[in-house]
């Protein structure tokens, strides 16, 4: 069993940043990825960065590729989202997850594991 709890949202304006955090516990940290997903309001949940246990991979979706990085440190076993450049299309619940095994993919179906969320809101 993994437990997952995302920190770090907030209220910020367009071209702002945050960092979001994603502390996990219950299983051995470094043996699975973790990936970050948004839901902005009426819309379905989407993929947005994902990276491996190691840290040594990492992968963005296109529209927040350039703004947004994805990191973790072990030694804390929290995963961060720096994102930066923020703008109001940005505004979402901002979920983490963690797969039941050692791939990562970009589905919802891919993750077993979710926290319970963090509100970021970008205003114009």
């Known amino acids: 069993q993994v437990q997952l709890v995302e920190s770090g949202g907030g209220s910020v304006q367009a071209g702002g940043s945050l960092r979001l955090s994603c502390a996990a516990s219950g299983r051995t940290f470094t043996s699975y990825p973790i990936g970050w997903f948004r839901q902005a309001p009426g819309k379905e949940r989407k993929f947005v960065a994902a990276i491996s246990g190691s840290g040594g991979t990492t992968y963005d979706s296109d529209y927040v590729k350039g703004r947004f990085t994805i990191s973790r440190d072990n030694a804390k076993n929290t995963v961060y989202l720096q994102m930066n450049t923020l703008n109001p299309e940005d505004t979402a619940i901002y979920y983490c997850?963690?797969?039941?095994?050692?791939?990562?993919?970009?589905?919802?179906?891919?993750?077993?594991?979710w926290g319970q969320g963090t509100q970021v809101t970008v205003s114009s």
């Open positions: 997850a963690a797969p039941n095994s050692r791939y990562y993919g970009i589905r919802e179906s891919d993750y077993t594991y």
